[in-house]
């Protein structure tokens, strides 16, 4: 979906709160007028410890690029010990970028050092002792005192950061492939139509290198004839395939074991794998570095193999593979059922099934990051859907809020977790970035072809009618009826469940909140709905949502 169905980026991050403080200490400690050297010698003490205290590598950088000082957590994250690094070029550690943002010539005086911003949140890369790279984020703040021009830098190691960000965009062009092939697989009327049409999802909204799908013959070669096919030049380098699948060097690349095994292959490096020689000149030719094979089976075996080509190396992680297996599964189903002539209405429940499926794969990501909510998201879902069959609302549109009501915070995924799982009260800037989440939601998931407008629920859950809400304050109708319905479960869950900053409020006060809300800021039918259910009706928010 890019758009995207989970998207890799992030809201921008910051150090951590002790890491501004040591840099506010800073400026207290060596700015203004030269000390005595006793006093100098406490400053820097103190100042010391201010740094040691940090949860980042922290640096201090005088005008000509040199480290003067520098945090226990720096030696460990460079491989450094302090020695080394004192007196040395920060270039040795931060190789490009870093020494164009140093304060310079320009600045005269401490009123300007302080007031220059050379930059918050700025990715470079960093260079440990033995030359390996990392990724890294900087806050860098300038100082001035009697020795001229300083720079304090707070460098976070975004490695985690990185390597997730890159899972989620591979299990995102998996994920828009899948929610692509569904849609394929409901409109296509004969088996040509969705072989191609598939290989073209997957090449055009999965955005893999090359696809196509073959089908081994019963020849004395025993090869496999292309049928299907997209991608640059994919029919070209599939008429220079020499592929087999017998027990032969040409047979014992990933196809010719996916037909034998009838168990997904993986090369995740053409060019290095053994394997895959007799074609890696091929591969690298057409700009393929890794491969994916997946087998389709029926009751008699493998009868097809789908190939799904990436142009980098290490291209499928466990997840995205599973994703992949997924689609494989519901392309040789969709094959057996048109081989079958079996009824349209099968194919849709399958759609249905996989739609689910996928959802809550993406609910269960968002709730292994944030465990104080574990199934919060589950638990809007059934209330919501309760709530809609109160108000009569119909089969088909219970059960879009209530796959909209399993990912409604999907969004949390671009919020730090430290965030989310902080036991205090939230500062102003931290309650900003959790109101990001609804925006970042529908981000995720707009791209996806629901029949049901849930992206715009995920968006709209926290509006509220006399506009006070959030993202885009909208007032009365502007706002969906499935968000209205999602706006009041989620307050009477949330109110309901324990939380990291309190414990659970009860079913009184939650009931009573949007009472007093009922016409201001929740549709008033959605209140008097939500109220029966719980004071006319037994109802438990754990019993299963039983969505149409």
């Not at 220059?116 to 806050?139: A, H, N, Y």
């Not at 300038?142 to 985690?160: F, K, M, Q, S, W």
């Not at 092939?181 to 893999?208: D, F, H, K, W």
């Not at 009868?303 to 392309?331: G, P, T």
Request: aromatic share 6%.
């Amino acid at each position: 979906m890019s758009p995207s169905i989970i998207s890799a980026g992030r809201a921008k991050t910051r150090p951590a709160l002790p890491v501004k403080a040591a840099a506010n200490r800073l400026a207290e400690l060596i700015g203004g007028p030269r000390p005595r050297t006793s006093e100098r010698r406490a400053s820097e003490k103190r100042y010391r410890g201010l740094l040691e205290a940090a949860p980042d590598a922290m640096v201090v950088v005088n005008q000509s690029g040199a480290i003067v000082l520098l945090n226990l957590q720096a030696e460990k994250q460079f491989g450094y010990c302090r020695d080394e690094l004192l007196g040395q070029q920060v270039k040795n550690i931060i190789p490009e970028g870093f020494a164009e943002r140093l304060v310079a010539d320009d600045l005269r005086s401490a009123e300007d050092a302080q007031a220059q911003q050379i930059g918050t949140g700025i990715e470079l890369i960093g260079q440990r002792k033995d030359g390996s790279e990392f990724p890294i984020e900087l806050m860098l703040s300038p100082l001035a005192n009697a020795d001229g021009i300083l720079v304090t830098a707070a460098i976070r190691d975004v490695t985690e950061r990185k390597e997730s960000e890159r899972a989620l965009r591979r299990v995102n062009r998996a994920l828009r492939a899948l929610s692509g092939g569904n849609e394929v697989l409901v409109r296509a009327t004969s088996e040509p139509e969705l072989l191609t049409q598939m290989c073209c999802v997957i090449v055009e909204l999965g955005g893999y290198r090359m696809a196509w799908i073959g089908i081994p013959q019963h020849d004395a070669e025993k090869s496999v004839r292309p049928v299907a096919w997209a991608g640059e030049r994919t029919e070209h380098f599939t008429e220079q395939l020499q592929i087999h699948w017998g027990d032969d060097p040409w047979g014992r690349g990933t196809t010719g074991r996916a037909i034998r095994s009838g168990e997904p292959q993986i090369s995740q490096d053409v060019a290095f794998d053994p394997e895959m020689s007799p074609w890696a000149a091929h591969a690298q030719e057409y700009g393929v570095a890794s491969t994916a094979t997946l087998p389709l089976k029926d009751d008699t075996g493998v009868f097809a193999v789908l190939m799904i080509y990436a142009a980098e190396s290490n291209a499928f992680d466990v997840d995205e593979f599973k994703l992949l297996q997924e689609l494989a599964s519901d392309l040789a189903f969709g094959i057996r059922m048109l081989r079958e002539h079996s009824a349209s209405e099968a194919l849709e429940e399958r759609w249905r099934v996989s739609l689910e499926s996928t959802v809550g794969a993406i609910a269960s990501t968002v709730e292994m990051r944030d465990p104080y909510t574990a199934g919060h998201q589950r638990r809007v879902a059934t209330l919501a859907v309760a709530i809609a069959r109160r108000m009569s609302m119909s089969d088909h549109d219970v059960h879009g809020i209530y796959l909209a009501g399993i990912i409604h915070d999907v969004g949390k995924i671009n919020v730090p977790a430290e965030i989310l799982s902080k036991p205090g009260k939230l500062s102003a800037i931290e309650f900003q970035l959790i109101q990001t989440h609804s925006q970042a939601g529908y981000d995720i998931v707009k791209g996806v072809d629901f029949p049901w407008p849930i992206a715009q629920m995920v968006l709209q859950h926290h509006e509220r009618l006399d506009g006070s809400g959030y993202p885009q304050g909208l007032k009365g109708d502007a706002m969906l009826g499935g968000a209205k319905i999602l706006a009041v479960a989620d307050v009477v869950e949330a109110m309901m469940s324990h939380r990291p900053y309190r414990p659970a409020l009860g079913i009184a006060l939650a009931l009573a909140e949007i009472e007093k809300g009922k016409g201001s800021l929740f549709d008033p039918a959605v209140v008097d709905a939500c109220i029966e259910l719980f004071r006319r009706t037994p109802f438990a928010l754990d019993q299963p949502a039983g969505a149409a």
